[in-house]
């Protein structure tokens, strides 16, 4: 089973293993701010594979899933503002929170289909945007400034517990989600994106997995967003701006939506281009070093007219030729 | 008092309406009949605010900008359809959705680069400056009045295209059946590039007459981008009956919200409370508005015949 498991996700065990063993090369080096970045890559990507549940693999485009990152933020930020400190308790709060949000949002949603189902995620996203806004008393537009939370076992103050708490928990969603995949469940829903009439036909009820898989997708975002809290130590409505819906989607597609590790793979590139074209323009074009979008916007567009399938589509197809070739 | 300010906002909402509805016609339309999610129209809005205010800079002349900009946002949007939107048609819609992102990226740092992150500032001439009265006591900026009025006008010339000419049939041809419409033999290629253009020229006209009023800024676009797609499916993709009763319900709705439900609250809230609290939630009736009518009719308000 085990082994099973490994042979059909390679990509993301060998990428788990090297995130595992990733701060033992920034100390041997001296460069704690990789550190820093990679637990955004691991927090963005774990967003970005929830978001990918419906996305990809339920071909469900929705454009609001940064607002069940926001929730969860906000439920870290605003239990702590009320004296509980427990980060697991934090934890449960957001799943719970998203769990009954993504039920709500995603019935109503579901109803709707195509462009009207990208339009109505982004106005429920909006809505709930504007809501955080509005409250005065957790600090509206300027957001709120927090600890870290208290998790029993991981002192977050001492160095990389928060590293590995969130290495942790992307490992279990990680997990969790190859088993998922290859379920009955994660069959069906895959099915359904491919031909959701003949799904019905079956006898089953698409709009069950439909709806299933929104809610865990949306858990699945509350938790990175709730972790994404302590790593912050602040939480504003700006995690939930519309864009960064935008970003997840932009990471999904650049790593390949047909793929589990793909969402980890965009994370990866995404952030790395973020850090990286800033230093590279330095050197190439001094005046438009800050501009480093200018380069990063036409690369999207190149990637979806040249590159279909993502970045793990490229290389798998690289791979195949590869090995075709060496056959023949 | 307050009815004199609320008029005056109704007036404000109306306005804001008009713009809405200006960038909403060719988004809408885009939507409907190439089926293309096309998230960079708020561009087209910022490139027209932004060529009218470095021409009107440049040459000191309000209305030489704005009439030199008009070509500008045309050949932007035709260029823009020739280079890359062609090459989308018939692409999922997240391809889509993808590609228009990394436009606005690549819109918005262009004009950082070109002009700075600070916002561009002009004045609109100074016969445009005075005020009406609307309603004696009740004083209106005449500026505003001529963005309802050139909004009103292209409107009723929109519909007039679109329901008595030639071209105008094929485009309501394209709206109810692109399909159908390109078997009666009809080049679709061409109109879909025009209808691009024109849409383009539109939402650049909606940024030019904005720009005095609001700051000429990088990412102008997007905040205007949303409504305006708030719009499009309250009103039903692909109608632009739909998009102009859409465009002024939300008008409307957002800015009399706005200045009405601070002064609600205050009745029963602290004052800074409420006002942290009242626009915010103006913001969110929009929103509120459009999901209650996809839950009731998932396709919009107006949606044309046979979509």
Redesign the interface.
Known sequence: MVLDLFKKFTTLWIILIVLAFFPIFTSTFDLPFWNDVVMRIMLLGMAAMGLNIVFGFGGMVSFGHAAFMGVGAYCAGISQYYGLDNGWYQLLMSAVSCGILGILIGFLALRTSGIYFIMITLAFAQMLYFFFVSLEEFGGDDGLIMDRSDFIFFDLYEPLRLYYLIFFILATVSIMLMLLIRSRFGVILQAIKSNESRVEAMGLNPLKFKLTGYVISAIICGLSGCLFASWQEFVSPDIMHWTRSGDLMIIIILGGLTYLAGPLVGAIVFLLLEELLPDLLHVLFPPISENWMIIFGPLLIAVVLFGKGGLMGVMGSKLKTAANREKT | MTSTLLLEQIFNGLQAGITLFLIAAGLTLI?GIM?F?FLAHGSQVMIGAYAAAAITIATNNFYFGILAAIPITFVCGYLLEWL?IR??YG?D???Q???T??????????I??GFGPAALFTNFPSSLSGFIEILPDTPYPVYRILIILVGLLCALGIHLFVSRTRVGAMVRAGASNPEMTAALGINVKILFRFIFAAGATFAGLAGMMIGPLTSVEPGMG?PLL?LS??VI?IGG?GSVRGAFIAAILIGLVDTVGRVMLPMLFKTFMSV??AD???P??A??SV??L??VV??FK???LFPPKGA
């Not at chain 2, 992102?101 to 262009?110: D, P, Q, R, T, V």
């Open positions: 939507l089926d999610v890359i090459h989308l692409r819609h997240m391809d959705v993808l590609a992102f990394g436009l606005i990226l690549f819109f918005n740092e262009a950082r680069i997007e949303i797609l708030v499916i993709i800074s409370t942290t609290a009242g915010a939630l913001s969110m929103y509120i459009m999901a996809l839950v998932p396709t919009g």
